[in-house]
């Protein structure tokens, strides 16, 4: 199957009728969590994912950045940057979203004068992976609707396997775009072992690519946004200091993790994540007790990590979701 409109609508069918199932009166209900364990995603993970985008749709993303990790077979799951589009259009045009993916990659080696334009190419050139739900410039985009979108590359989803192509499927939630996970490819046409969609040498005329007219005033609040409300990266830190020694950072299935504990164990507000330190084997809780004249603290992706000043570190950690049910579900690693 070469034909990615008809790779979409197979995985379509396949999510849809997976997700299906009967309860023990028979009465049929959807259950993504099942289906996602199948998949080999913990059970945790699993109900997490499906809480915040089981009733998602199957839309193409297209890889603009990812961690350099997911070019290579393993278990630890990675952020990327992709683009993903609820238009009807990319359905039947998704190597036009991929183009778009290789238009929008180009933006970390050159510099425009256009404020709309170094907008976005800031958001792109932060490699800390920061939650990004950004739609593109229209001008950037032939004028469709286009986000940038931070996400996680469940490793179980592709059975440990590498990321090899551009366009994959993912599942999205609609409302909320950062609530997103790649389809797992035990969902994808039995019939393809791997992707193989290219742009290269491929003639958009001729494939039927359209640009979506705007309109002057549309175009213009493009610029007019991006003077207001500029792009700010978490930290204007040359990449080789982005960690210093002592430094903790959470990845976003780690922060979604964290915050679903607080919201299924109705835990009140302040809340802080307390990193133990090396006294305790790194322990992980979730505390109101927050000293500042003892505890320095820490924000990643919304979350107040506090740990004990005292603790010296000759490394930067970084919180992680974890396979093993160690440090109840989440690992620590150096950063």
Not at 195 to 205: E, H
Not at 252 to 257: K, P, S
């Amino acid at each position: 199957m070469r034909d990615p409109r008809q790779f979409i609508q197979q995985c379509r069918l396949n999510w849809a009728q997976a997700i299906q199932s009967k309860s023990l009166f028979g009465k049929a209900k959807i259950d993504v969590a099942k289906c996602l364990r199948a998949a080999g995603l913990t059970r945790k993970t699993s109900n997490l994912l499906a809480d915040i985008a089981g009733n998602g749709k199957v839309i193409w993303g297209a890889f603009v950045i990812a961690n350099t990790g997911l070019l290579s077979p393993g278990k630890r799951d990675l952020p990327a940057g992709v683009l993903m589009s609820l238009d009807p259009y990319f359905d039947t045009h998704p190597l036009h979203l991929s183009k778009i993916a290789e238009r929008a990659h180009t933006l970390r080696q050159i510099r425009s004068d256009r404020p709309e334009i170094e907008n976005a190419a800031r958001a792109i050139l932060d490699d800390s992976f920061h939650e990004s739900d950004q739609r593109l410039p229209w001008v950037l985009t032939d004028e469709h609707e286009v986000f940038f979108v931070s996400t996680v590359i469940q490793r179980a989803m592709l059975q440990g396997k590498p990321v090899t192509e551009k366009l994959m499927p993912f599942v999205i939630n609609p409302d909320h775009h950062l609530a997103n996970f790649l389809l797992p490819s035990i969902y994808w046409p039995h019939d393809v072992a791997n992707l193989r969609f290219t742009t290269q040498n491929v003639d958009g005329k001729a494939l039927g690519w359209r640009r979506h007219a705007r309109s002057q005033a549309e175009l213009d609040e493009d610029r007019r946004v991006a003077l207001d409300r500029p792009y700010r990266p978490v930290t204007e830190m040359p990449k080789a200091q982005r960690f210093p020694a002592g430094h903790i950072a959470m990845t976003r299935a780690a922060e979604l993790a964290v915050k679903n504990i607080v919201i299924e164990q109705q835990i009140p507000s302040p809340w802080y994540l307390r990193f133990g330190g090396p006294e305790d084997d790194s322990k992980l809780d979730i505390t109101h007790a927050f000293d500042p004249e003892l505890d320095r603290s820490i924000e990643s992706h919304g979350v107040t990590i506090i740990v004990r000043k005292k603790y010296k570190f000759r490394t930067a950690f970084e919180v992680d979701t974890a396979a093993e049910p160690t440090l109840g579900g989440f690992s620590v690693n150096p950063a």
